[in-house]
């Protein structure tokens, strides 16, 4: 059974095994590193520069196995009404099990029920059907846009579509 707890600085070795190229780890995480291979202290220090403000959480989804997935939340504004999920990923060799599915469930129940967020949003890069399909079906929905957000990743540029789910 799949459970959300509090990340850990240990789960960043984790996380980062995951990671197996240069491509994935952009979409994971567009522009926010400046190098690749990241690793797992680049990870807590900029965890640790996010966590600063207090308006930002990050956490792992775990169960029998350990560590399945990771993902973080932050407020984008001041009321504290609107989450955005953001570094969304699973487990490499648990792909295609439901794991994110599940993982975003969960993260959604916390947020609508716990945290009582009236909207969370996320981006996904186009080219990234599998996580743009998972995110649908946990209840997001296409966020349309004039401007979408556009980053210059190995030598292309690359759309994001803006997505949200309300309680």
Request: with cysteine; glycine share 6%; hydrophobic share 40%.
């Amino acid at each position: 059974m799949l459970r959300l707890r509090s990340y850990k600085r240990d789960d960043a070795r984790v996380i980062v095994s995951w990671i197996s190229d240069e491509f994935a780890f952009r979409q994971w995480s567009a522009d926010r590193y400046e190098r690749w291979p990241v690793t797992a202290a680049d990870v807590n220090a900029n965890y640790d520069a996010c966590m600063a403000g207090g308006s930002f959480f990050a956490l792992t989804a775990e169960d029998e196995k350990g560590p399945a997935g990771h993902l973080t939340m932050r407020w984008t504004d001041e009321e504290k009404t609107i989450l955005r999920f953001g570094f969304i990923i699973v487990d490499s060799e648990r792909r295609g099990q439901g794991l994110g599915h599940e993982m975003l469930r969960l993260a959604l129940r916390h947020a609508f029920d716990a945290l009582k967020a009236e909207k969370v949003t996320l981006a996904v890069f186009k080219n990234n059907e599998p996580a743009y399909r998972c995110y649908k079906a946990a209840g997001f929905k296409d966020v349309p846009s004039e401007t979408p957000e556009r980053y210059h990743v190995l030598g292309e540029v690359w759309t994001c579509r803006e997505m949200e789910c309300l309680p």
